[in-house]
Each structure stands twice: as structure tokens, then as C-alpha cells.
């Protein structure tokens, strides 16, 4: 019997990370001149990559030192798949989990989507606050003209316009929804296209499902038990 977890960003609020949709939350704000969901894209990366890169850092680089919480420590030993890229269910010591939309601590060369490439460190700690916008396009090797494929990198970190692939190990996360027993959905509002595959998978395969959330979003399936609190009070239930 194994029971899949999948999160969202309600599982890192008690880290001082604001959800997505909230007041405070990263798609709620956008830049000066455009929405979230403007700036979150490969389109933006490519023709506008000072701002882009301004806006990544301002809404997610600067939480990179924020600690793992009670929920992610007793999710260490589970087998998880994450939809936040900040990282700290590897800070709580889970080694094996899926950042199914990518890490806030990693980048990529630019490529192609589905080419092959390795993660690497994310170069945050040499970005210079005092010429933000500057040094964030030398560090990510970027020049005047834009992103180069294979040369510039980009932080780890599925867009918008983008689609899941094997570097976002998509596969290995298919197969653990095959396999699972029950799933658990904590601190998601189901709007992104994993937690519906997911979903999906479930009905197929009629296994049970939990939603665990303050406000949870309703889901048309007959084997849903449903747990309006935090992640921090079902896990302390």
C-alpha cells in the first residue's frame, strides 16, 4: 500500500513563503507593466530577459534561504511529488521527491525543450544587488543579443508556455500515480495541469483521494475525502 503525496504551495506558507493566489501570492503581484502570468514565460525569458530575470529574483531567489517546516520534515519519508520550486523538501531531508515544476537552487543551459541537459548550482549568491539587473544578465551569460541556446542559462523552472519533459522527470511522477494506492493533495488549488493528471489517474484507476487545505477546491470524483485545515493541522490531527 503506498500513498502518493502531491503539494502545493500551501505546505510552504508556514516557512514564510507566500502561496500563489492569495493577497500576497507570487501570481497576485506582477511587475510593473505586466501580469504573472506574462512574466512566467519562455516568451518573456527570451524577449525581455533583464526583466524576467529581475522579476524571478524578486519573487522567488529571494526566499532561497528560507528553512524547511514541520509538514516538509514529516514528509521526508514519503514518496512526494512537489509542484513548489523552492526547495525545501530537500532541505527536510527527502532525497527521493519529484520538483515536478523545477528548483529554485538549480539552472539549466538554455535549450530547446526535451533536448537532454544536466542541472546545475544556481548562481544566485554571485548576483550583485547593488547592479541588479546588470549582473543578473552576466551571471546568467546573457547579452545584448537576448539568450543563446546552449551558452545562457535559465533558472530550473517550468514556464507557462512550456511543457512537462523528462527533465522535469514527468515519466518517473506518471508511474508513482499508477502505482499508488491512495493520493494525497496538500495545500493545492488544482489549477495547474499536474494535480489533473493526477486526478485523472485516480478516477481511472478508482483509488482514493484526500484533499487537505484551509479552502479546498471541490473535485468531481466519488472516493474524495475532503480536510479543510493546513497542512499543519493534518498532519498534527
Not at 538549480?106 to 539587473?133: I, K, S
Not at 496538500?186 to 495541469?193: D, K, L, P, Y
Amino acid at each position: 500500500m503506498t500513498t502518493l503525496y502531491i503539494t502545493g504551495a500551501g505546505v510552504s506558507a508556514q516557512s514564510g513563503i507566500p502561496t500563489f493566489r492569495g493577497s500576497e501570492g507570487f501570481w497576485t503581484i506582477g511587475s510593473k507593466n505586466y501580469t504573472p502570468q506574462e512574466m512566467a514565460t519562455r516568451q518573456m525569458y527570451q524577449e525581455k530577459p533583464r526583466e524576467f530575470l529581475t522579476w524571478y529574483y524578486h519573487r522567488f531567489a529571494r526566499y532561497r534561504d528560507h528553512g524547511a517546516n514541520e509538514v516538509h520534515a514529516w514528509l521526508a519519508n514519503k514518496q512526494l511529488i512537489t509542484q513548489n520550486i523552492d526547495g525545501l523538501d530537500g532541505k527536510a531531508g527527502n532525497d527521493n521527491y519529484i520538483s515536478i515544476h523545477g528548483r529554485l537552487d538549480q539552472v539549466t543551459v538554455f535549450h530547446t525543450q526535451g533536448d537532454e541537459v544536466a542541472r546545475q548550482r544556481a548562481p544566485w549568491d554571485d548576483v550583485d544587488e547593488t547592479c541588479l539587473a546588470e549582473s543578473l544578465l552576466s551571471v546568467f551569460k546573457i547579452g545584448s543579443k537576448g539568450p543563446q541556446l546552449n551558452k545562457s542559462l535559465k533558472p530550473y523552472v517550468l514556464l507557462f508556455d512550456e511543457y512537462y519533459t523528462e527533465l522535469y522527470q514527468i515519466s518517473l511522477a506518471e508511474q508513482q500515480m499508477q502505482h499508488a494506492s491512495k493520493m494525497v493533495f496538500i495545500g493545492t488549488s488544482f489549477s495547474v495541469n499536474i494535480t489533473q493528471i493526477a486526478l485523472d489517474i485516480a478516477r481511472r484507476r478508482g483509488i482514493p483521494i484526500e484533499v487537505v487545505d484551509p479552502e479546498p477546491m471541490h473535485v468531481l470524483y466519488d472516493q474524495v475525502e475532503y480536510f479543510q485545515m493546513t497542512a499543519l493541522e493534518y498532519i498534527n490531527r
